[in-house]
Structure formats: structure tokens, C-alpha cells
Nanobody, 127 residues
Framework: VQLQASGGGLVQAGGSLRLSCTAS????????MGWFRQVPGKEREFVSN????????YYADSVKGRFTISRDNAKNTMYLQMTSLKPEDTAVYYC?????????????????????WGQGTQVTVSS
């Protein structure tokens, strides 16, 4: 099973980026998929998640209203559309899959609950 994250880059504050996470090796129809981010010296931070089956979504307060998570079932791909980017959004962004997925999305926000991870993609927002 592989998760391949892409789409990161350098953008000015106020700009937009779209991250993609393509899964191979299995489908995640019964799973919760999520995005996390991490800066050096800090713990990995929850950003957003989506329940693959019913498209329910959940966001961290820090990105609510600016980021949108979605998925394309046919492409086995999850997206994170990021708008109104701020310098504090600078981080390595990781996608992950939680194949258990039990309970509400707000309960699936800790990295240890996710069992598959992508390699990360760097997002840098300049001021």
C-alpha cells in the first residue's frame, strides 16, 4: 500500500495550492483519510480529514474556512485545496489513511490512529 503526496511548493501569502494524495495497492472505501503537517521541532499537527464513504469532513480551527478537503473515488485520490495561505501554514504536509475509522471524525485527529502515511510534500508560504 502506498500513499503518494504531491502538489507542494512555494507561494506568497494569500495564495493558493492544491495538494493531492493518490493511493495504490488498495482502496480506502471504509477508511478515514487525513492531512497532517509538521514543522521541524514540533509534533505532527492535524489539518483535516474526510470519511471516504460519505464525504463527511472535519477541519482544525486554524484552517477552517481556508482549506477544503475532498476525494475522487475513481482516481483513488484525496485533495487539499488551500487558499488564503499564511506564513504559519509553512510545513511538510502528509497524507494518511486510518483504516479503522471508527467514531466521529473529530476523534480521528491523532497521528497514531493512522496506519498508512505518504512521504510528505513541502509547502512554503512567504510573507
Amino acid at each position: 500500500v502506498q500513499l503518494q503526496a504531491s502538489g507542494g511548493g512555494l507561494v506568497q501569502a494569500g495564495g493558493s495550492l492544491r495538494l493531492s494524495c493518490t493511493a495504490s495497492g488498495r482502496t480506502f472505501s471504509g477508511s478515514v483519510m487525513g492531512w497532517f503537517r509538521q514543522v521541524p521541532g514540533k509534533e505532527r499537527e492535524f489539518v483535516s480529514n474526510i470519511r471516504w464513504s460519505n464525504l463527511n469532513t472535519y477541519y482544525a480551527d486554524s484552517v477552517k474556512g481556508r482549506f477544503t478537503i475532498s476525494r475522487d473515488n475513481a482516481k483513488n485520490t484525496m485533495y487539499l485545496q488551500m487558499t488564503s495561505l499564511k506564513p504559519e501554514d509553512t510545513a511538510v504536509y502528509y497524507c494518511a489513511a486510518d483504516t479503522n475509522g471508527m467514531g466521529g471524525l473529530g476523534l480521528r485527529t491523532h497521528p497514531h490512529e493512522y496506519d498508512y502515511w505518504g512521504q510528505g510534500t513541502q509547502v512554503t508560504v512567504s510573507s
